[in-house]
């Protein structure tokens, strides 16, 4: 399957069932914070057993690899990804004039709503940390909710701005390669 839109490590597919799979699918293909971004997502996955939902063209649905060199980071250190990821969408709420909080390990919340999941799937080697999927789901643009969701908020329900999600998620890449040099860079 071919990207509808392919611009500076950001590829954009018009439908997946999740990103995180189809990045773990193609590995190989893909470079150190590439980027595989789904404008419709039917079978996002959450921590367990969990989904996501997202209306098709509406929110941020997208996983970033990260690729480690042999001895980078230790299996029994992997929760620094979070270190990585989680800042990355704080940093880019905050631009926006948002204040948002980590409910651990991995979820980011505006006061008492969940405005982004985050699944984090390790590829190991050994005891090393060979490579990261990242899975990000962020509500951008969403105007309502199902009901049986307890819990959501978008970023215009908070801002009551829509957001170019192509751009939106262009600087949200930008952010991860300062946070990956940050974090994994200069320890």
């Not at 984090?120 to 962020?138: A, F, T």
């Not at 215009?156 to 991860?176: M, N």
Request: a negative charge; one cysteine or more.
């Amino acid at each position: 399957m071919e990207p509808i839109i392919s611009n500076d490590g950001i590829f954009w597919y018009e439908c997946l069932n999740s990103t995180n799979t189809e990045l773990k699918n193609r590995l190989q293909e893909f470079d150190n914070l590439s980027i595989v971004a789904a404008k419709s997502q039917p079978a996002g996955r959450g921590q367990g057993d969990h989904t996501w939902f997202s209306s098709p063209g509406k929110n941020l649905t997208f996983s970033i690899l990260l690729r480690f060199e042999p001895g980078m980071l230790a299996a029994r250190d992997e929760q620094i990804i979070n270190t990585f990821a989680t800042p990355t969408i704080c940093e880019f709420l905050e631009e926006e004039g948002v204040h948002a909080w980590v409910k651990q390990p991995n979820d980011i919340w505006v006061e008492d709503k969940k405005i982004c999941g985050i699944l984090v799937e390790n590829v190991l080697d050994g005891k090393w940390v060979k490579e990261s999927v990242v899975g990000m789901g962020l509500n951008i643009n969403e105007e309502e909710f199902p009901k049986e969701l307890p819990n959501p908020v978008s970023l215009y329900q908070l801002t009551g701005k829509k957001y170019p999600l192509e751009e939106t998620l262009e600087r949200i890449h930008q952010i991860c390669k300062k946070n990956w040099i940050k974090v994994f860079m200069h320890p």
